[in-house]
Every structure is written in C-alpha cells, then in structure tokens.
C-alpha cells in the first residue's frame, strides 16, 4: 500500500530515530518528499511510503505511540473547484503532474496522488484558490 502524509513530532521524539525504526521493523519504503526539523524542537517530515497493509498499520501504531501526529497529504492542500475559472495557470508549473485539464470539459482535475507539496501552483493561480499547507 501507497501513500503519503506528513508527520509532526514533539520535541521529545525528535533524538529517536523515527524514520530508521519504519524501514528496519516494520518494512516501509519511504521517500522523504519534504522536511522541517531543529534540534530539540517540534518537526515535520512530508513523506510517501509503501508498506503491506499490516505492516502500515503497525508502523502508524508505532508513530502514534511517541506522540507524532500523523497528517494525511489529501488533507493538505485545497483547490477552491466551484470558484475555479480554469485557465490552466497552475497547470503550467504543476511538474508532479497533479494538476491538469481535463481535455473533453477543460475543468481543473487534481490528482493528490501526484501531488509532492512543491507549492508553484500557490502563487501561479490569478484568483488565489489553490492553498497548500505543510502542517
């Protein structure tokens, strides 16, 4: 199973080796897509990882048990679709591919499958309806 969140981590999490302990016991393939951390201070790590289901769960259990909060990346970021004019603007800096148009209507579709939070869409919207936020 794929997906990708953001964790954030009290100040007494961040000396263990969260991260470590995902791949080496419970088997997580991650890519850490985004990150914010200080010595002895609150961080935030953006990441996509797989994992069988189980494992997933587990390795969550294990998150939540240090305190991290865990933040689902589709939780993340807001396109304001009913106010959209879809002029495509965003598309032209999405790299990820997230947001497109879709060629039959030419409506905005995004896809947070794709999405790796790189926030170009943010400013690149003329009516300021796209918000992306690393909580």
Known sequence: MRCRFTIKFPPESSKI??????????????????ATISGEQEGR????????PDKLEQGLAFLK???????????QITVEQDRCIHCGA??????????????????LV???????????????CPLRLIRAEFK
């Open 17 to 34: 080796p969260l991260t470590y302990h995902l791949i080496k016991d419970y088997d997580f393939m991650v890519n850490i897509l985004r």
């Open 65 to 75: 048990s240090h305190n991290v909060t865990i933040i689902p990346l589709n939780q």
């Open 45 to 52: 790590l953006l990441m996509e990882v797989e994992a069988e």
């Open 110 to 124: 995004f896809d947070s499958e794709k999405c790796v939070m790189c926030g170009l869409c943010v400013p690149a």
């Open 90 to 107: 965003c598309t032209a800096v999405c790299l990820s591919g997230a947001l497109s148009l879709d060629r039959d209507n030419w409506q």
